[in-house]
């Protein structure tokens, strides 16, 4: 299996499961990075400050493929992916899931994954933004997450206005409820659970970026990534992904398909 390719590989193929363990789970936890937010999307978990706890999509796989190891769990929080992405390539964690990008591919390796993003913006009831093209003005305030695909992705695509980064969800949300940004480039999942915080707030039609949200393993890991990978397609056969989605209040949100 080749980085980043996403094999339909199982495990019940052969694969080499002592090298995996060595690769996945130096430290003998399983540390896998997850990006807290106000509210949860495929991608963002919510942190429970009475019990000390994160809850999401990305917790409950992570959960699935420790016990499939038999190994501890250790989520460790970032603000954003790109900071998830760097602790990622530096081996501060084993593992992580994020939206897949040419960036990212120079740093980590992505396998399949398991749910498919579109990008586009939430803009204030004050703006009087009605659609996509109405962003790109001079005089539009647009704000988006530092060092994630969306806000690479939202800077490739304007022409009359540079989108700020922001290092967190909750900054972004701020400076949305304070009246100092109009629009904030992000995932269209998120912004179901983030919309209730914003009053007037409206999602734009369309969207300006489609890419997976895939599980990742550092560099030069082959056997973690075969492992890894291997264990994703199944738990999107086997209905892991789909309750993960369920729980987290995305019923509608469909699984990405399984690729060969």
Do not use: W
Not at 50 to 68: C, K, M, N, S
Not at 223 to 244: D, H, M, P, Y
């Amino acid at each position: 299996m080749t980085p980043d390719a996403e094999s339909a590989t199982s495990l019940s193929d052969p694969v080499d499961r002592a090298a995996a363990r060595r690769e996945l789970v130096p430290t003998g936890a399983l540390r896998v990075g997850v990006i807290a937010a106000p509210a949860k999307s495929a991608l963002f978990v919510a942190f429970d400050g009475e019990t000390g706890d994160y809850h999401g999509v990305p917790v409950d796989i992570a959960t699935a493929l420790a016990l499939r190891l038999d190994v501890p769990l250790e989520i460790v929080n970032f603000p954003n992916s790109g900071a998830c992405t760097e602790a990622l390539a530096l081996g501060a964690i084993d593992m992580s899931f994020m939206p897949v990008d040419a960036e990212r591919r120079k740093k980590v390796a992505f396998g399949p994954a398991y749910y498919i993003i579109e990008s586009t913006y939430l803009v204030t009831g004050a703006s009087g933004i009605s659609s996509l093209a109405d962003v790109d003005h001079e005089t539009v305030r647009v704000i988006g997450i530092a060092n994630t695909t969306t806000i690479r992705s939202a800077a490739r695509t304007l022409k009359e206005t540079v989108p700020t980064p922001k290092e967190s969800i909750a900054d972004a949300v701020d400076l949305l409820l304070t009246g100092q940004a109009d629009a904030l480039a992000l995932s269209r999942d998120a912004f179901q659970t983030l919309l209730p915080r914003l009053p007037g707030a409206r999602v734009l039609d369309g969207g300006f970026q489609s890419t997976g949200i895939a599980i990742a393993v550092g560099l030069e890991r082959p056997a973690a990534l075969t492992f890894a990978s291997a264990f994703l397609n199944e738990a999107k056969a086997s209905g892991i992904v789909r309750q993960a989605l369920d729980a987290a209040g995305f019923p509608n949100e469909p699984v990405a398909p399984l690729t060969r």
